[in-house]
């Protein structure tokens, strides 16, 4: 509803912070003149250029611009701080490694000090300016919802939650109708609204009573524009859905979503490709053409039997698929089925090794490579297990939306391992499912990085 305002207010504050860093920066250099002590301009352009980008990369990882930061004070004050100390901390990293700017410490003393109360002037003006409009009547927009039932005291509550500039008069209902107080007043039976709403100058009404189920709502409608009045309705899906639904359109056909999926996108399917075929190469070019030998030998040397573990793995769409690994066990004739566990005797001294650091999924880049997985995405479960998992968890089989992956939202979170409980499932797929709705390239990102750190801190759940 709010949507394209809200993206221009982001984009506006985020635009006035770019230019105050810039503006900043270079007329704290232009005061100084020459005893800023640097090498040469190109040198600060680079310096700028790096505060630039970080201070965008930033913001967006700790969502400094988001609506939900935007609209609360002291929220937004501090989500400013954050970005601002990590922000600092990378700007001095790059002066100490790249050793290109010999900078005075006063320069960036007061340069760095410079942009935090121009900050904190941007944040003040901003909410000042925005408590003037929400205050001055003849901005603020006044609306009338249309019956009185669980979506009508549903939207009341988000109108009093997000929409602050929106100011509620109250509700219209039939007497007969009404079983319960309501905490806005009751203005007037369906057939006045138009009146009422004219008296009250309202600029907007929102109907949850279905036009199908009473048909003079389209008279209603008829008289409300003709009035200039916008006549909007509220369709009660909750008879049919227990969750927010994703609208679309097939020309003039809505067509109703269960969930959002950024992947279903083929832009989105092109940039989380190319992503993975950038890394699976690096990786495969560096890494695995000198591991596979080494670690070969050593696990020949250890226990008879092949180097890769070949094992057939639910992949996308719930295609089976033949998923690589160093070998870390001895061969059992349940080895096909049965999950690795603490301790468990199956696995040889090397093994535990390559399991405990994970090294052991590396051959998986040649799975992303060939495109039957992805760098981040769910685990591929066993076929076995995808049979039994989907018998007992809601959903479970939405996850196979995807391609499985490396590693994923799931194992960064702790979920991962041997499956004891039912609840350790549950928690498994609802990560999974919620990286299948939030994805961004950004996540990828994240997560990745966050992999490699697990990696080096060590994973109780990794045996």
């Given at each position: 509803?709010?949507?394209?305002?809200?993206?221009?207010?982001?984009?506006?504050?985020?635009?006035?912070?770019?230019?105050?860093?810039?503006?900043?920066?270079?007329?704290?250099?232009?005061?100084?003149?020459?005893?800023?002590?640097f090498s040469s301009f190109n040198?600060?352009?680079?310096?700028?250029?790096?505060?630039?980008?970080?201070?965008?990369?930033?913001?967006?990882?700790?969502?400094?611009?988001?609506?939900?930061?935007?609209?609360?004070?002291?929220?937004?004050?501090?989500?400013?701080?954050?970005?601002?100390?990590?922000?600092?901390?990378?700007?001095?990293?790059?002066?100490?490694?790249?050793?290109?700017?010999?900078?005075?410490?006063?320069?960036?003393?007061?340069?760095?000090?410079?942009?935090?109360?121009?900050?904190?002037?941007?944040?003040?003006?901003?909410?000042?300016?925005?408590?003037?409009?929400?205050?001055?009547?003849?901005?603020?927009?006044?609306?009338?919802?249309?019956?009185?039932?669980?979506?009508?005291?549903?939207?009341?509550?988000?109108?009093?939650?997000?929409?602050?500039?929106?100011?509620?008069?109250?509700?219209?209902?039939?007497?007969?109708?009404?079983?319960?107080?309501?905490?806005?007043?009751?203005?007037?039976?369906?057939?006045?609204?138009?009146?009422?709403?004219?008296?009250?100058?309202?600029?907007?009404?929102?109907?949850?009573?279905?036009?199908?189920?009473?048909?003079?709502?389209?008279?209603?409608?008829?008289?409300?524009?003709?009035?200039?009045?916008?006549?909007?309705?509220?369709?009660?899906?909750?008879?049919?859905?227990?969750?927010?639904?994703?609208?679309?359109?097939?020309?003039?056909?809505?067509?109703?979503?269960?969930?959002?999926?950024?992947?279903?996108?083929?832009?989105?399917?092109?940039?989380?490709?190319?992503?993975?075929?950038?890394?699976?190469?690096?990786?495969?070019?560096?890494?695995?053409?000198?591991?596979?030998?080494?670690?070969?030998?050593?696990?020949?040397?250890?226990?008879?039997?092949?180097?890769?573990?070949?094992?057939?793995?639910?992949?996308?769409?719930?295609?089976?698929?033949?998923?690589?690994?160093?070998?870390?066990?001895?061969?059992?004739?349940?080895?096909?089925?049965?999950?690795?566990?603490?301790?468990?005797?199956?696995?040889?001294?090397?093994?535990?090794?390559?399991?405990?650091?994970?090294?052991?999924?590396?051959?998986?880049?040649?799975?992303?490579?060939?495109?039957?997985?992805?760098?981040?995405?769910?685990?591929?479960?066993?076929?076995?297990?995808?049979?039994?998992?989907?018998?007992?968890?809601?959903?479970?089989?939405?996850?196979?939306?995807?391609?499985?992956?490396?590693?994923?939202?799931?194992?960064?979170?702790?979920?991962?391992?041997?499956?004891?409980?039912h609840s350790q499932l549950e928690?498994?797929?609802?990560?999974?499912?919620?990286?299948?709705?939030?994805?961004?390239?950004?996540?990828?990102?994240?997560?990745?990085?966050?992999?490699?750190?697990?990696?080096?801190?060590?994973?109780?759940?990794?045996?």
């Amino acid at each position: 509803m709010y949507k394209q305002k809200k993206i221009y207010i982001q984009l506006l504050i985020f635009i006035l912070d770019i230019l105050l860093l810039n503006f900043i920066f270079s007329i704290t250099l232009y005061s100084f003149n020459h005893s800023a002590n640097f090498s040469s301009f190109n040198s600060f352009l680079n310096y700028l250029f790096f505060l630039n980008i970080s201070w965008v990369v930033l913001s967006n990882a700790l969502r400094l611009y988001a609506d939900s930061v935007l609209i609360r004070f002291e929220l937004f004050i501090k989500r400013t701080a954050q970005v601002y100390i990590v922000w600092i901390i990378a700007g001095l990293c790059f002066l100490v490694f790249t050793r290109e700017i010999q900078f005075s410490r006063l320069f960036i003393i007061l340069s760095l000090s410079n942009f935090l109360i121009g900050l904190c002037i941007n944040r003040f003006f901003y909410f000042g300016l925005r408590s003037y409009f929400l205050m001055q009547s003849n901005l603020s927009n006044k609306v009338i919802i249309l019956g009185y039932n669980e979506t009508a005291k549903k939207l009341a509550s988000y109108f009093e939650e997000e929409e602050e500039n929106t100011k509620l008069i109250g509700f219209v209902e039939d007497e007969e109708n009404m079983k319960e107080l309501s905490n806005y007043p009751i203005l007037s039976n369906v057939q006045n609204i138009i009146n009422v709403a004219t008296e009250f100058n309202v600029s907007e009404i929102y109907s949850t009573l279905s036009p199908e189920l009473n048909t003079s709502i389209y008279d209603l409608i008829t008289q409300a524009e003709n009035k200039c009045m916008r006549f909007k309705i509220v369709p009660n899906l909750s008879y049919f859905l227990r969750k927010p639904v994703i609208i679309d359109y097939i020309r003039d056909l809505p067509v109703l979503s269960l969930r959002n999926e950024p992947l279903e996108d083929i832009g989105n399917r092109l940039k989380k490709r190319v992503f993975d075929i950038i890394i699976s190469t690096t990786a495969i070019v560096l890494v695995l053409s000198w591991l596979i030998p080494l670690l070969g030998i050593i696990i020949l040397f250890e226990s008879r039997g092949p180097v890769f573990f070949a094992q057939l793995r639910t992949g996308k769409n719930d295609k089976p698929f033949k998923c690589f690994k160093f070998r870390s066990m001895r061969y059992f004739k349940d080895s096909e089925s049965k999950q690795a566990t603490k301790n468990d005797f199956r696995v040889t001294k090397i093994g535990k090794f390559i399991r405990k650091t994970s090294l052991d999924e590396f051959p998986q880049f040649i799975n992303v490579f060939t495109g039957k997985m992805s760098i981040v995405g769910p685990r591929p479960h066993m076929i076995q297990h995808t049979t039994d998992f989907s018998k007992v968890v809601d959903h479970y089989m939405v996850r196979q939306f995807l391609k499985p992956g490396i590693t994923g939202w799931a194992q960064i979170n702790s979920f991962r391992g041997e499956i004891t409980h039912h609840s350790q499932l549950e928690m498994r797929i609802a990560s999974d499912l919620w990286y299948l709705e939030h994805w961004t390239i950004w996540l990828d990102v994240r997560i990745l990085f966050l992999t490699v750190y697990q990696v080096f801190k060590g994973d109780k759940n990794a045996y």
